[in-house]
């Protein structure tokens, strides 16, 4: 049986630009998927997915959840002795894949490149700047700063419902959080697409309700994710996991800090005025934002020293696509500490700075997420979802997959 090659030079020089750099160096042994606790026996990665690599057949590639379901911990570069660096071959196709499912595609190919970092960081900064400027606040003098804290960054109006401060975020916050939001969703639609073609599940004469489809698949991959039943079974790197699951459940606490304080300040503010000024540092919602941001600290901390040690030991590269988010993410903890401890010592000017600073890295991490790593967390999420699916009764008995 043959099968016609039509390689993507493009494709192959991305991801050699992405860390796949190495990418040539295999001469498929498959050393990689033997030791690889992941890979399946029916569907072994990552050598399928190096073959494909290098013959640059993207198509193949794009639609493969197998690239997803690899979670990088670094057995397959350990065990190589060809130091092609498999993990780091994949990491770079996953790049690829979020610029090519990423919508609109100039923001995807802008976060594609440390060429582009001041641009990445200009655009929200120039945005906040002049909303800012337009707003035409000042800074408090030192005594009311630390009873009103950043509640009047955008200055103050007597329009009760809603304070002025509060208005100007939502004003660039809420579109940013829906572009991000509709992004990922149009992306995952396309991936979703791609896989079912790939596997050649064509349209199932039974489909799932989306009740079904959330609590047979959907659900249970969430609940794998987070418990990091995938992460513990790695061997070369276990320290990602004491990294990975403390960042996980600071972003799941500052999810609930930023909903609740969007109905705190949005809803129930309307009605109860006191809920506009800062919280105080005894109430339970503060109490888990801080320690969300100091989770959120130590966890980066931790990838951030395993991944330089991996770089100095030669088993993994620097890229971009690597560092950008950890930066991202560094700099929303240190700056949202920072500007709370510089309130409580009444340092008005710098703390304007700071919190100025931390609105622009949280913005930076809503806008951007589609198209960088912090993708991993929706692509790989469906990509799990997407083995379960493949693997059960609505496709392999479509008939009638209840009574199979």
Not at 25 to 49: E, G, I, M, N, Y
Not at 164 to 188: C, E, N, Q, Y
Not at 362 to 389: D, G
């Amino acid at each position: 049986m043959s099968m016609k090659v039509q390689p993507d030079i493009d494709f192959i020089k991305d991801m050699k630009e992405a860390g796949g750099d190495t990418l040539k160096k295999c001469f498929q042994c498959a050393t990689c998927s033997v030791v690889c606790p992941l890979s399946a026996d029916q569907k072994p990665f990552p050598r399928q997915q190096m073959l494909y690599a290098q013959w640059g057949l993207k198509d193949k590639l794009m639609g493969d959840p197998n690239v997803l379901l690899c979670h990088q911990c670094g057995d397959c570069t350990a065990y190589c002795p060809r130091g092609a660096r498999p993990g780091d071959a994949l990491g770079a196709i996953r790049a690829y894949a979020y610029k090519h499912y990423g919508w609109p595609s100039f923001l995807a190919n802008l976060a594609s490149s440390g060429q582009n970092l001041p641009i990445l960081v200009g655009i929200p900064a120039v945005i906040i700047f002049i909303m800012w400027m337009i707003s035409g606040s000042h800074v408090p003098a030192q005594g009311l700063f630390i009873d009103i804290g950043y509640s009047q960054f955008f200055g103050h109006w007597d329009f009760k419902l809603l304070p002025k401060t509060t208005f100007f975020i939502d004003f660039f916050m809420i579109p940013t959080a829906a572009l991000s939001v509709f992004a990922a969703v149009r992306g995952v639609m396309a991936m979703w697409k791609k896989m079912t073609e790939n596997a050649g599940l064509g349209e199932a004469l039974c489909q799932p309700s989306p009740m079904q489809f959330v609590k047979e698949f959907l659900w249970p991959s969430v609940q794998e994710i987070v418990r990091h039943d995938r992460f513990k079974k790695c061997e070369a790197n276990q320290d990602r996991v004491s990294g990975h699951q403390p960042l996980m459940w600071a972003f799941i606490g500052l999810l609930f800090v930023t909903g609740y304080s969007f109905f705190a300040q949005d809803v129930l503010g309307q009605v109860i005025h006191s809920l506009h000024g800062p919280m105080s540092m005894c109430n339970p919602v503060k109490i888990v934002a801080n320690v969300a941001a100091v989770a959120l600290i130590f966890g980066v901390g931790i990838l951030w020293r395993n991944r330089s040690r991996m770089k100095a030991e030669g088993r993994a590269s620097s890229t971009f696509y690597d560092w950008f988010l950890i930066w991202m993410i560094m700099a929303v903890g240190v700056t949202g500490l920072g500007a709370e401890v510089l309130r409580l010592l009444g340092k008005p000017s710098l703390g304007y700075l700071i919190y100025y600073l931390h609105l622009v890295s949280v913005m930076m991490l809503f806008l951007y997420m589609p198209y960088t790593k912090f993708a991993h967390l929706v692509y790989r999420t469906f990509a799990m979802t997407f083995e379960r699916y493949r693997e059960s009764a609505y496709v392999k008995n479509p008939k009638n997959p209840l009574n199979s």
